[in-house]
């Protein structure tokens, strides 16, 4: 193990760390825009991914994103069980191997969690892990491995993906839109508003999201580096930016800048920034960012005029901003940053931008037919939607038996009071006490 560096294993030890809390965060962004009947429901949808995917990464996702390639399309079974994943370092790196694993795991997990954001108060907890278990094997360790993974496909070919604008963003966003589709919309939509209900819960979410994103964005350099400190200026720069731009669009049309504009501007930068963050420089960073919050601004409300029901904006942020930030890549990528990248358009690169368009093209399409094909069968097998006196009453309390926020005495684990025995009260006539005796 004489090649573990200690500095580049501690950054990612906190790298980890921080993409961990993303998922969480998550929760908190995707909870405070839905009824308040449907909030415990929405954070068991990010929650339980940490546990479903986690395990199914060790057992067998992990191996086949990053094992040893069989034709450049899927990893082998040659760390199944993580076996031979150690404490030496693994190839190419100054990191304990497991610990690559570890970081790894954390994308692997928030990314179906992105997905629950389309079909948010309307499915059955049932369907949930089911999707999430297979869409986790069958989607997103194959692109993970066709893009990162030793003699993948697209890797090999030159596409670029820093940390996850295809492998995370435009998977889940697109899969996010052929499962919303396949569902259908809420009940009563779109006639029928659904308000958030806590929209400082989606701004204390959208913030730790800002925060965690260091990790994601600038652990990516796999090592505490100049690299990693690129990625975290770009990270933050387009973050701040995209929350400028949602926010002086709506500032123009409407009067006034709203909460959940900001927070969703900012999450739009934070997304197009990611395939880009190790290979632009800062000034890119910021003109990627205002694109990404115009963009996904336009996308969120077209919406409504085609009447599909993604009921918080999975698409419409990360199928959109994925796309919007791997073409962006192809466009701003410069060597002077990264030499181990390529350049792009403005740089004479020209060729990149066909590898990224053909990765986006492959990813997306792959992604919605296997989406498409997986929520058909689940519907078949067992039903995606639950009844619809379920959905009405709210999934909190009929799918969980448990309420968000008790309005009573709480839901179907309230604690039981128990009736105690009303004290015995004596009738006896009390002494009376003589002074002085």
Known sequence: MSNIDKADTAWILVSTALVLLMTPALALFYGGLVRAKNVLSTFMHSFFALAVVSVLWVVVGYSLAFGPTVGGFIGSFAHVGLEGVGMEPRDGTTIPHILFMAYQLMFAIITPALISGAFAERIKFSAYVVFTAAWSLLVYSPVAHWVWGPGGWLGARGSLDFAGGTVVHLTSGISALVFALVLGPRLGYPKKKSPPHNLTMSLLGAGLLWFGWFGFNAGSALGSTGLAALALVNTHLAAA???????????????????????????????????????????????????????CYVAVTLKSRFTYDDALDAFGVHGVGGFLGGVLTAVFASTVWNPAGKDGVLRGGVGLLGEQMIALA????????????????????????????????????????????????????????????????????PAVEVQGS
């Open 362 to 429: 492959v990813a997306g399409v792959y992604a919605a037919a296997v989406t498409f094909v997986v929520a058909k069968l689940i519907d078949k097998v067992i039903g995606l939607r639950p009844a619809k006196d379920d959905e009405a009453e709210g999934l909190d309390s009929a799918l969980h038996g448990e309420e968000s926020y008790a309005t009573s005495e709480g839901g179907g684990h309230a604690m039981e009071i128990v009736d105690e025995p009303e004290p015995v009260v004596s009738t006896a006539t």
């Open 241 to 295: 930016t995209g929350a400028a731009s949602w926010a002086a669009i709506e500032w123009l049309r409407h009067g006034k800048p709203s909460s959940l504009g900001v927070a969703s501007g900012l999450v739009a930068g934070l997304v197009a920034i990611t395939p880009a963050a190790g290979f632009v420089g800062p000034m890119p960073a910021i003109a990627i960012g205002v694109m990404a919050g115009a963009l």
